[in-house]
């Protein structure tokens, strides 16, 4: 049974949560795109562009969990860029749109585009080759693609990864290396 200072602690800690989120509305301070999955990718001219933005945004989780804080809303997480690779199928000539992507002022639309990047190209924003720990790399035993993309465009249900002997699992990258060469703006 929780102590009587546990009990005010924890009545104190929702009382500031709820007035601080009251605060923000009514001043106006709520950053609106938090609660929503709306990504406007309407307002996006090229096709292609609008069209991986629309997948992004039909993917986006809703998680309560931020960087070791209570924070609602909605995410990009892994299983987002893996949908949306299998969905849209990602390859080479997409990379003048998801560097348009890099530019939107939406941080979802910017760190998808940046994985998707990095899946793509086997290098990081830098030009580094993809970490081996990394699991955008297809070595990593928990690569985010091995198994996934149905051929349909559509992401499978994890599978157990112990099954598939590591470096051996088809890699979903095109076959033509681009060399890191991805911040092409």
Not at 122 to 128: A, I, M, T
């Amino acid at each position: 049974m929780p102590s009587i200072a546990t009990k005010a602690a924890m009545y104190l800690v929702v009382t500031l949560l709820i007035a601080g989120f009251f605060g923000m509305v009514a001043t106006g301070n709520v950053a609106p795109w938090r609660y929503s999955r709306h990504l406007q990718c309407e307002h996006q001219a090229d096709k292609r562009v609008r069209e991986i933005c629309e997948s992004i945004e039909r993917h986006v989780e809703y998680t309560c969990c931020g960087h070791a804080i209570v924070s609602p809303g909605f995410r990009s997480t892994l299983k987002t860029v893996a949908a949306v690779w299998c969905e849209q199928r990602v390859n080479g000539t997409d990379i003048a749109a998801l560097n348009a992507l890099l530019l939107s002022s939406d941080m979802r639309l910017q760190s998808t585009a940046e994985s998707l990047l990095r899946l793509l190209t086997g290098h990081d924003q830098y030009g580094n080759p993809e970490a081996d720990v990394s699991i955008l790399n297809p070595s990593h035993p928990a690569y985010i693609l091995r198994d996934r993309c149905n051929g349909q465009g559509e992401l499978l249900p994890n599978q157990a990864l112990e099954s598939t002997p590591q470096g051996t699992a088809a890699d979903s990258r095109p076959a033509a290396h681009l060399g890191g060469q991805h911040r092409i703006i």
